[in-house]
């Protein structure tokens, strides 16, 4: 089951007891739903791209399913089989538990994208957040293409914490109950393969596990973090962009990396408007407005007014979940095409 050189890691592996047309129409959806990239749709094999991270290929074979997946790098191949269980519990509930990867590595070890670092500085940045430097022996998978990743919080007091392990079909098990952890997601502003350094910025907000955290760490504490995962920085020169407060360490990194010539529009969401202090800068070509949260406005409205003048610009929409919402069903009567927009909500009111 050969998939594209370009991701040379692979594991495969046999489920006879899932039809493959049923595997085939399932899969075919959620291509669909999630705008992915379709390589191959064919009667006896489909395969998808995920997020530029790998592929998915689903295959007939002697009445069940065989399952190829392919990636870059060791940690991105253990996420998109992780991702593989989930789906195919979709289909079939149960279906994942009899998954088996040759050549995995042993149930109970630590999951091959979980990071142990430590921290080296947390320092100001505007007036509602902390820059949290930390160092790892290996970032080497945290690319321009992955720029999110999780932190791993246990809870407050907890001097032995549990960390997720692999499971015997080869996925990852969380800890839950008590040792339940948190797993909110940020976005690497910063990073230094040589020196083994990566910073993220983490928003201020009473009441946030991940405040909590920051305002409480010095260097020397351990930080563990998952990934990287979720989208990465557009490949673009064209470029419509809006974005609330949390997810403006994400604007930011995406603008300062556009080419110089890129064209566009930047709209950025705080309470305070430019006052937050929070640092930006765009390409001459790329407006950049910034508007204060108690004006009222709708991001989504800005986005859908926005594509009217410039349809063939890229679309990258980050803010409140309702918002998000409000954007998708706007938008499905003309979905962009794949590869054409990332539409994320990170947080919710409810």
Not at 223 to 238: E, R
């Amino acid at each position: 089951m050969t998939l594209r050189p370009a991701f040379p890691l692979q594991a495969d592996t046999d489920l006879p007891m899932l039809p493959f047309p049923d595997v085939r129409q399932a899969v075919l959806a959620m291509a669909q739903e999630h705008e992915l990239p379709v390589i191959e749709a064919s009667a006896a094999a489909v395969t998808v791209e995920i997020a530029g991270f790998g592929h998915y290929r689903f295959a007939a074979r002697n009445g069940g399913t065989a399952i190829g997946v392919s990636a870059a790098l060791p940690d991105r191949l253990h996420m998109l089989k992780d991702g593989i269980a989930a789906h195919l519990d979709e289909i079939r509930p149960g279906a994942s538990a009899a998954l088996r990867w040759p050549g995995a590595a042993a149930a109970g070890s630590l999951p091959p994208n979980v990071h142990f670092t430590t921290v080296q500085s947390i320092t100001p940045v505007g007036s509602a957040f902390l820059r949290v430097r930390v160092k790892s022996p290996d970032l080497a998978s945290f690319q321009d293409d992955a720029i999110h990743f999780r932190l791993l919080l246990p809870p407050a007091g907890c001097a032995a914490p549990d960390w997720p392990r692999l499971s015997e079909t080869g996925a990852t098990v969380w800890p839950k109950g008590e040792t339940a952890l948190h797993r909110p997601v940020y976005t690497t502003r910063w990073i230094s393969h040589e020196a083994g350094l990566m910073e993220f910025d983490i928003f201020l907000h009473d009441g946030g596990r991940a405040t909590e955290w920051a305002r409480k760490a010095a260097p020397g504490d351990r930080l563990v973090l998952a990934g990287p995962g979720g989208g990465g920085i557009p490949d673009t020169s064209n470029i419509l962009l809006l974005a609330d407060e949390t997810a403006l360490p994400a604007a930011a990194r995406i603008l300062e990396s556009l080419p110089r010539d890129s064209a566009g529009e930047a709209v950025l969401l705080s309470s305070e408007g430019k006052d937050c202090g929070y640092p930006v800068t765009a390409p001459a070509g790329v407006s950049l407005t910034w508007l204060r949260r108690d004006g009222g406005h709708s991001l989504a409205e800005r986005a859908l007014a926005a594509r009217k003048h410039a349809p063939g610009h890229f679309l990258w929409f980050a803010c409140e979940k309702a918002e998000v919402q409000r954007l998708r069903t706007a938008l499905q009567q003309d979905k962009p095409a794949p590869g054409t927009s990332y539409i994320a909500a990170y947080w919710s009111q409810s």
